[in-house]
C-alpha cells in the first residue's frame, strides 16, 4: 500500500513537472507559462505594416537604406520607466523571430499573455521598445524557408556587422533609439540554419555582452534550456580588445551606460530555422516549437532581467 502511494506520488510530480517546470534560480521560484503558441506564418511587410498600426504607440524611426520603406519602433509602458528594448529581423531571412516577438508584444497589448501578473509587473513599471523589423528590404525580399535570400538590406551590407561604423540608414535608425532610450536590457533576436558551425549542433545559440553579467546570463539560458528540454550553444561575450571586428549591434548596445544598472546587458538568442535544401526540408524545430520557444526565451529575457534590475533599484516590487 505504502509503495502505491509512493508511486502514485511520483507520478503526480512527473505530471505537475511537465505541465508546469518550476526551476529556480538564487532560490527564486520561477513558473514559465507553457501555453506559447501561435502561427508562425510569413506575412509580407505591407501585412506586417497592418498590425504594427495596431498599437497604440507606433512611431517611424526612419526610412531604411533604399529610402523604400519605414521602419518601426512600438512602446508598451511608461516612456519616463527604465527602458528594455527588443529588435528582431536585422537578418530579413530570419523572419521567424519577427513572428514570435510581435505575437508577445500583441498578447502583452491584449492582455492574453499567459502570465497576467508578470504582464501588469512588466507595463507597470517598465518601457518596452521593440523594432519589430530592422531590416525591412530583406524581409519583404525573403524566401520563407530559403537559407539566406533576404539577410542582406539594399547594398548587399549585413547590417549585424555594422554597429561600430554605422554607414547604413537602418543601423543609424536603431542606434538612434538606442542612445534616447538608455535600456538597461537589450535583445537581438535572430534565427540560423541547423548546421551553422557555430551552433555546435544544437538548435538554440545564445551571447551576452560582457563577462561581469554572465551569471544572469547562465540564468536566463539555464531556465530556456530546461524548459525547452534542449541544449543551448552559449557564446560568449564580444571581447572588448578589437571593438571594430564584429560590429555587431549587442557589442554596441554593451558598451552603452544606461542610469540603472552597473551594465547594460545585451543578449543574441537564435532558433534553428526550417530550410528547404536540396536534400528536402531540413527543420530540426517544428514550427510550434519555435513559437513556444522563441516567446518563452523573450518571457525568460525579460523576466532575468528584471532580477538583475531589482539588485540595484529597490523600488519595483
Ligand atoms: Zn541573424
Known amino acids: 500500500m505504502r509503495k502505491f502511494k509512493l508511486f502514485f506520488i511520483l507520478i503526480i510530480t512527473i505530471f505537475a513537472l511537465q505541465i508546469n517546470p518550476v526551476p529556480s534560480i538564487d532560490g527564486t521560484k520561477i513558473i514559465i507559462p507553457n501555453d506559447f503558441s501561435g502561427e508562425l506564418k510569413y506575412e509580407n511587410y505591407s501585412s506586417l505594416e497592418e498590425r504594427i498600426y495596431k498599437f497604440d504607440n507606433v512611431s517611424i524611426i526612419g526610412k531604411d537604406q533604399s529610402g523604400i520603406y519605414n521602419m518601426y519602433c512600438i512602446e508598451l509602458g511608461e516612456k519616463e520607466k527604465p527602458t528594455i528594448l527588443v529588435e528582431a529581423g536585422i537578418h530579413g531571412s530570419e523572419w521567424q523571430g519577427t513572428m514570435y516577438s510581435m505575437k508577445f508584444m500583441e498578447e502583452l497589448r491584449d492582455g492574453t499573455f499567459p502570465d497576467k501578473a508578470f504582464r501588469n509587473k512588466l507595463l507597470d513599471h517598465f518601457h ?12 519583404d525580399r525573403t524566401i520563407p524557408m530559403n537559407l539566406f535570400s533576404g539577410r542582406y538590406n539594399s547594398t548587399g551590407t549585413d547590417l ?3 554597429f561600430y561604423k554605422f554607414t547604413q540608414a537602418e543601423s543609424r535608425n536603431v542606434k538612434t533609439k538606442m542612445d534616447e532610450f538608455k535600456p538597461f536590457a537589450f535583445l537581438d533576436i535572430h534565427m540560423m540554419q541547423s548546421n551553422f558551425d557555430a551552433s555546435g549542433g544544437n538548435n538554440i545559440a545564445m551571447g551576452y555582452g560582457q563577462t561581469q553579467t554572465k551569471q544572469v546570463f547562465d540564468s536566463f539560458a539555464k531556465l530556456l534550456s530546461q524548459y525547452s528540454g534542449q541544449s543551448i550553444t552559449k557564446w560568449r561575450a564580444p571581447p572588448y580588445e578589437n571593438p571594430i571586428n564584429t560590429g555587431l549591434a549587442r557589442t554596441y ?8 544598472t552597473p551594465y547594460t546587458l545585451s543578449y543574441i538568442i537564435e532558433l534553428a530555422k526550417p530550410v528547404k535544401r536540396t536534400t528536402g526540408l531540413d527543420a530540426p524545430l517544428s514550427d510550434s516549437q519555435i513559437m513556444k520557444y522563441g516567446m518563452a526565451g523573450m518571457y525568460l529575457f525579460f523576466y532575468t532581467s528584471i532580477m538583475y534590475f531589482e539588485e540595484y533599484n529597490n523600488n519595483i516590487k
Open 128 to 139: 518596452i521598445v521593440y523594432i519589430p523589423v530592422v531590416n525591412p528590404w530583406g524581409y
Open 160 to 162: 549585424n556587422r555594422d
Open 253 to 260: 548596445m554593451r558598451n552603452q551606460t544606461n542610469p540603472y
